[in-house]
């Protein structure tokens, strides 16, 4: 954080959607270490419960609200917003973090997935950072994280719906950030590739093996690159440095390569 964003503990509150598991979870840990109020926002209630216990051990001094809310409806957006308000929090730091993943051909995939896929990474996501920045560029001083995906250099069959509404999002994070940027509100997409969290329905022993071979990255560890990229107004980051590296080639693949990539992942569809 730099010392223009320093307060007192308690002073100030970040919103987390999928804040129950996960990366959204790290996240509302580590803004409470850091003396935020948190509100975090999840659909499992009973384990949106436990994780707000953890965060309040977290740091003492702060508050932790939660609300169990299905975010990947036509109003989501503005309900969450009118909650808030409701409950009188004004907001500072707003962190869209839920999300659901996709593997799946389009001509397999139900409508009803694709509709709540694009409603929660692109619609819900929209709608509340054109409510939450109003506010926050009406007091001078807001932080926005939206988190998209590496997959979007990764329009790989399977991955057409997912890769495409995190392009999106990621598209509208980096203009949207240009337009409040003189009102003192920041942006931040944040890129990341595969993390070891249950996102992707991998055991957690394949988690912990890709931890080992560094192809996927800890949940922690994202979340703090992330934040810190927030605090310094970052437009666009990839956490992993290396995984940057890997984009060009991400773009080249195509002809035999892909006809193998594809026969080779479409057991895992689903």
Known sequence: MSRKDRFAAGTRTALVTGASKGIGRCYALQLAREGYNVVMVAVDEDE??????????????????????DLATPTAGEELFAWVKAEGIETDVLINNAGIFSFCDILNTPIERISRIIMLHDLTATVTCRLFAADMAARGWGRILNMSSYS?????????????????????????????????????????????????????????????????????SCARRSLRAMWRG???????????????????????????LRNFTMPFQK
Not at 163 to 191: D, I, N, P, Q, W
Not at 241 to 258: D, E, Y
């Open 152 to 220: 979007i250099w990764m329009p790989y069959p399977g991955l057409s719906l997912y890769s495409a509404s995190k392009a999106y999002l990621k598209s509208f994070s980096v203009a949207f950030s240009k337009e409040v940027r003189e009102l003192g509100v920041t942006v931040t997409a944040v890129c990341p590739a595969g993390i070891a969290t249950d996102l992707y329905g991998l055991a957690p022993r394949w988690q912990k093996i890709g931890l080992r071979l560094g192809v996927l990255m800890s949940p922690e």
């Open 234 to 260: 970052r437009r666009c980051i990839v956490p992993d440095w290396w995984f940057r590296l890997l984009i060009p080639f991400c773009r080249m693949v195509s002809g035999p390569v892909m006809r193998w």
């Open 48 to 69: 949106l419960v436990r994780t707000a216990s953890e965060v309040r051990a977290a740091n003492p001094q702060v508050q932790v609200r939660w609300l169990s809310k």
